[in-house]
């Protein structure tokens, strides 16, 4: 019986439990990618809050990548001293850190209208990112290629139709597997992009299959990937089949994020089948220190009702918590 409070250990991750904390965009970087101070809090809240390693908000590769405000940048080494300072920090309370690696836009252009130059200069922007990361001090980089990024553009058929565009993942992840043999290196996808002539489960399995041996694990998400009004119980882990599948085929292990809200329903998902890890975002919004409340014995479901009202407020915070409703 596996349960969501095993340690365990995956290549240079020591894990105290099977509980990530998933991506979550702060959005606390001014336009160049220079850390508010409050970042500096709400990490050290979540890293002494009980996960057993912290994946940061998406991270620019890209100095001139304007597709979301508020963007954490690696995309020059001007800014290596304030990453340094935030893995520091999640690291005095003895958990890793995975930087998520990302790139929004590319100039402006369409992924139709991109050059071999222009595809060759993305990989080594998102290379060049993963040699700051470790110079930063994180643990490990996380490929970003779900959530409308462009990596998940590219490999969607309704915006990319060259043949085998799973390659440039491939191409990045072996490029930094070569020059940093130690470091965990994970990719987060779409199971679906749920777009009509998107990347469906066939076309994301297919990819997960061709990138699996470049990679330490992989989070399964999806298109549309915080779904509101999740109840315990009753709609949690909504991306659960795709995961269970995958995890039937990959050496590696699977992360599946996305509503999870209960002990009792996570423990029984990783029984169901080979998922060997879950991730968390808006719960850990709510309530840093979740985990540890549950390790206390204190095992209500997350308090998080999943309003999503955490994307519109200042730092993302819990509009419950900032109104003072416990
Ligand atoms: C405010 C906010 C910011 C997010 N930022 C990111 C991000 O930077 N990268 C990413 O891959 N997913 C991001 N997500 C999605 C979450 O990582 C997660 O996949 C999704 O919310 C479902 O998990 P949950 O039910 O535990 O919240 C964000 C979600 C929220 C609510």
Redesign the pocket.
Known sequence: MKTIFDKTKIKNLKLKNRLFR????EALADADGHFDEEIYNIYDALAAGGVDCIIS??TSVSDDDRYFGGMARLSNDGLIAEHTRLTDIVHRNDIPIIA?LALGEYQNKEIDELTENDIDTIREMFVSAADRAVLAGYDGVQI?A??GFFLSRYISPAHNRRANPEQLIIDIAKAVRERHPELHITM?INSSDFMYGGLDENGSMRICLACAPYLDSIEV?GNG??VGG?KAGVNEAYFKCFALALAEKVDIPVIL????RSIDNMNNVLNEGKIEYLS????LIREPDLINRWLRGKCSPAKCV?C?M??RTPA?KCIFKLRGIE
């Open positions: 998933s991506a979550t965009w908000g998406f998520q970003h779900a959530h987060k998400s990937t915080s999740i994020v996305g509503g999870h968390l975002s808006r719960p999943s999503n955490c994307y993302h």
